[in-house]
């Protein structure tokens, strides 16, 4: 650490992350080696933006989905990610605009139900950073896209006993490349529905067993 470092960390002005990431790599140390984790559907959010009339984002989620992820290195550089998104399930808060993104308009859901992601690379950086590539099909069409990434954190131990971790992923798409080619422009020239759309999960995975228990923890509760 240089002498302008220390002083810096001595005056309470130290980098928060990368405080956070050499803390993440001491976790990741002693980290169980596993090959199979579960996407955590109670702790896992698969969101979307999109820009209206260029006023204001519109938040939606896919509600319905399953996930396989596999990664044996403590420190997931082997990282591997098959995701399929049941279309129907798309929610926007909002009845009416959820009918329009099924349609054929947008996603035709009766033709299409399923989008689905398959990674095909991972490139780590610093302070637990990465980039995903990977294969992403919706409507039948397939392009590769990036999603920048990052490792939020690690768990050697949850409620059941069991290892978990967290990561965020975020990338931007043009809908149009998909075959989403719906237009409308407002009087002035605004476009209603913009073609890009910010994608944004939140997943936390755990372990087969660690997801077991805490369904069966639900199932009592709920039962009571």
Same mark, same amino acid.
Do not use: C
């Given at each position: 650490?240089?002498?302008?470092?220390?002083?810096?960390?001595?005056?309470?002005?130290?980098?928060? =992350?990368?405080?956070?990431?050499?803390?993440? $790599?001491?976790?990741?140390?002693?980290?169980?080696?596993?090959?199979?984790?579960?996407?955590?559907?109670?702790?896992?959010?698969?969101?979307?933006?999109?820009?209206?009339?260029?006023?204001?984002?519109?938040?939606?989620?896919?509600?319905?989905?399953?996930?396989?992820?596999?990664?044996?290195?403590?420190?997931?550089?082997?990282?591997?990610?098959?995701?399929?998104? $049941?279309?129907?399930?798309?929610?926007?808060?909002?009845?009416?605009?959820?009918?329009?993104?099924?349609?054929?308009?947008?996603?035709?859901?009766?033709?299409?139900?399923?989008?689905?992601?398959?990674?095909?690379?991972?490139?780590?950086?610093?302070? =637990?950073?990465?980039?995903?590539?990977?294969?992403?099909?919706?409507?039948?069409?397939?392009?590769?896209?990036?999603?920048?990434? $990052?490792?939020?954190?690690?768990?050697?131990?949850?409620?059941?006993?069991?290892?978990?971790?967290?990561?965020?992923?975020?990338?931007?798409?043009?809908?149009?490349?998909?075959?989403?080619?719906?237009?409308?422009?407002?009087?002035?020239?605004?476009?209603?529905?913009?073609?890009?759309?910010?994608?944004?999960?939140?997943?936390?995975?755990?372990?087969?067993?660690?997801? $077991?228990?805490?369904?069966?923890?639900?199932?009592?509760?709920?039962?009571?």
């Amino acid at each position: 650490m240089s002498l302008i470092q220390r002083i810096v960390s001595w005056l309470g002005f130290a980098d928060g =992350k990368a405080v956070k990431s050499r803390q993440l $790599e001491r976790k990741a140390a002693t980290f169980p080696r596993i090959s199979t984790w579960e996407l955590d559907p109670f702790h896992t959010t698969v969101g979307f933006r999109i820009m209206h009339m260029g006023l204001v984002e519109v938040s939606g989620r896919f509600k319905r989905y399953t996930a396989s992820v596999k990664g044996s290195s403590p420190d997931f550089s082997d990282l591997q990610v098959e995701v399929q998104v $049941e279309a129907a399930s798309i929610d926007t808060d909002l009845p009416a605009r959820d009918a329009h993104l099924r349609s054929p308009d947008f996603l035709d859901v009766e033709r299409y139900p399923h989008i689905s992601f398959r990674s095909t690379a991972i490139r780590w950086r610093p302070l =637990k950073r990465f980039v995903l590539e990977g294969d992403l099909m919706i409507k039948g069409v397939t392009h590769r896209i990036r999603l920048e990434g $990052e490792l939020k954190g690690l768990v050697l131990k949850d409620i059941v006993g069991q290892p978990r971790a967290s990561f965020t992923l975020t990338a931007q798409i043009d809908r149009r490349a998909w075959g989403l080619t719906w237009h409308m422009e407002t009087e002035d020239g605004s476009i209603v529905v913009d073609p890009i759309v910010n994608l944004e999960i939140a997943a936390e995975i755990a372990t087969p067993q660690s997801l $077991e228990a805490l369904r069966q923890m639900a199932a009592q509760v709920g039962g009571s």
